[in-house]
Protein backbone atom coordinates (compact mmCIF):
# COMPACT_ATOMS: atom_id res chain seq x y z
CA UNK A 1 0.00 0.00 0.00
CA UNK A 2 1.35 3.71 -1.06
CA UNK A 3 2.43 5.33 2.16
CA UNK A 4 2.87 9.14 1.46
CA UNK A 5 3.34 11.59 4.94
CA UNK A 6 4.37 15.11 4.62
CA UNK A 7 6.73 16.36 7.81
CA UNK A 8 8.31 19.59 8.55
CA UNK A 9 5.08 21.76 8.38
CA UNK A 10 4.84 24.18 11.57
CA UNK A 11 4.55 28.36 12.44
CA UNK A 12 6.70 30.53 10.86
CA UNK A 13 6.65 34.57 10.47
CA UNK A 14 5.79 36.30 7.00
CA UNK A 15 8.88 36.99 5.01
CA UNK A 16 10.49 33.70 6.27
CA UNK A 17 11.14 30.50 4.87
CA UNK A 18 10.22 26.66 5.34
CA UNK A 19 10.95 23.40 3.77
CA UNK A 20 8.43 20.65 4.18
CA UNK A 21 9.09 17.07 2.71
CA UNK A 22 7.20 14.26 1.70
CA UNK A 23 8.53 10.34 2.32
CA UNK A 24 6.85 7.94 0.14
CA UNK A 25 6.69 4.14 0.32
CA UNK A 26 5.82 1.47 -1.13
CA UNK A 27 5.94 3.13 -4.12
CA UNK A 28 8.62 4.74 -7.00
CA UNK A 29 8.26 8.35 -7.51
CA UNK A 30 10.21 7.71 -10.82
CA UNK A 31 7.05 6.50 -12.67
CA UNK A 32 4.95 8.56 -11.61
CA UNK A 33 4.20 12.99 -12.02
CA UNK A 34 4.19 14.39 -7.97
CA UNK A 35 3.38 17.60 -6.51
CA UNK A 36 2.10 19.60 -3.62
CA UNK A 37 -1.60 21.39 -3.31
CA UNK A 38 -2.88 23.02 0.08
CA UNK A 39 -6.45 23.69 1.09
CA UNK A 40 -7.34 26.88 3.04
CA UNK A 41 -10.90 25.82 5.35
CA UNK A 42 -14.05 26.79 3.12
CA UNK A 43 -11.83 27.32 -0.10
CA UNK A 44 -11.45 24.24 -2.81
CA UNK A 45 -7.59 22.64 -2.83
CA UNK A 46 -5.32 24.30 -4.52
CA UNK A 47 -2.30 22.41 -6.65
CA UNK A 48 0.52 25.05 -6.25
CA UNK A 49 3.32 22.54 -8.24
CA UNK A 50 4.52 19.51 -9.48
CA UNK A 51 7.01 17.69 -11.29
CA UNK A 52 5.67 15.78 -14.40
CA UNK A 53 7.11 12.36 -15.33
CA UNK A 54 9.11 14.46 -17.88
CA UNK A 55 11.07 16.18 -14.81
CA UNK A 56 9.65 19.24 -16.12
CA UNK A 57 8.10 21.29 -13.48
CA UNK A 58 4.47 23.85 -13.53
CA UNK A 59 3.60 26.42 -10.34
CA UNK A 60 0.81 28.22 -9.82
CA UNK A 61 0.90 31.88 -10.00
CA UNK A 62 0.05 32.86 -6.33
CA UNK A 63 3.63 30.82 -5.46
CA UNK A 64 5.66 31.24 -8.53
CA UNK A 65 9.36 32.36 -7.61
CA UNK A 66 8.84 31.94 -3.78
CA UNK A 67 7.94 28.05 -3.80
CA UNK A 68 10.48 25.14 -5.87
CA UNK A 69 9.23 21.65 -6.16
CA UNK A 70 12.01 19.02 -5.81
CA UNK A 71 12.30 15.33 -6.31
CA UNK A 72 15.43 13.04 -4.70
CA UNK A 73 14.80 10.08 -6.50
CA UNK A 74 17.04 7.84 -4.70
CA UNK A 75 15.53 8.97 -1.30
CA UNK A 76 12.14 9.09 -2.35
CA UNK A 77 11.20 12.39 -0.93
CA UNK A 78 9.63 15.05 -2.51
CA UNK A 79 10.34 18.58 -1.28
CA UNK A 80 8.84 21.91 -0.87
CA UNK A 81 10.98 24.67 -0.38
CA UNK A 82 8.62 28.04 0.31
CA UNK A 83 10.35 31.40 0.69
CA UNK A 84 8.77 34.70 1.13
CA UNK A 85 6.11 33.18 3.05
CA UNK A 86 2.80 35.27 3.19
CA UNK A 87 -0.32 34.98 5.67
CA UNK A 88 -2.32 33.90 2.36
CA UNK A 89 0.01 30.97 2.63
CA UNK A 90 -1.25 29.65 5.74
CA UNK A 91 -3.06 26.34 4.85
CA UNK A 92 -2.75 22.61 5.44
CA UNK A 93 -0.69 21.11 2.15
CA UNK A 94 -0.97 17.91 0.96
CA UNK A 95 1.35 15.69 -1.36
CA UNK A 96 0.24 13.67 -4.19
CA UNK A 97 0.83 11.39 -7.13
CA UNK A 98 -0.52 10.23 -10.05
CA UNK A 99 0.48 8.83 -13.02
CA UNK A 100 -1.70 10.87 -15.42
CA UNK A 101 0.43 14.36 -15.04
CA UNK A 102 1.02 16.77 -12.20
CA UNK A 103 -1.32 15.98 -9.27
CA UNK A 104 -4.37 18.08 -9.37
CA UNK A 105 -7.38 17.51 -6.25
CA UNK A 106 -8.47 13.91 -8.18
CA UNK A 107 -5.12 12.51 -7.79
CA UNK A 108 -4.75 9.29 -7.49
CA UNK A 109 -2.38 8.80 -3.54
CA UNK A 110 -1.92 11.43 -1.37
CA UNK A 111 -0.34 12.16 1.80
CA UNK A 112 -2.22 13.12 5.18
CA UNK A 113 -1.46 16.83 5.28
CA UNK A 114 0.76 19.34 7.24
CA UNK A 115 -0.36 22.61 8.80
CA UNK A 116 1.78 25.55 7.63
CA UNK A 117 1.15 28.70 9.79
CA UNK A 118 1.99 32.15 8.54
CA UNK A 119 2.56 34.63 11.24
CA UNK A 120 2.05 38.49 10.15
Known amino acids: QVQMEECGGGAVRSGGSLRISCSVSQYDLRRDAVGWLRQVPGKPLEGIGGVDIDGSTMYADSVKGRFTVSLDKVKNILYLQMNNVQPEDTATYFC??????????????WGTGIEVTVSS
Open 96 to 109: AADPRGVPGPDARN
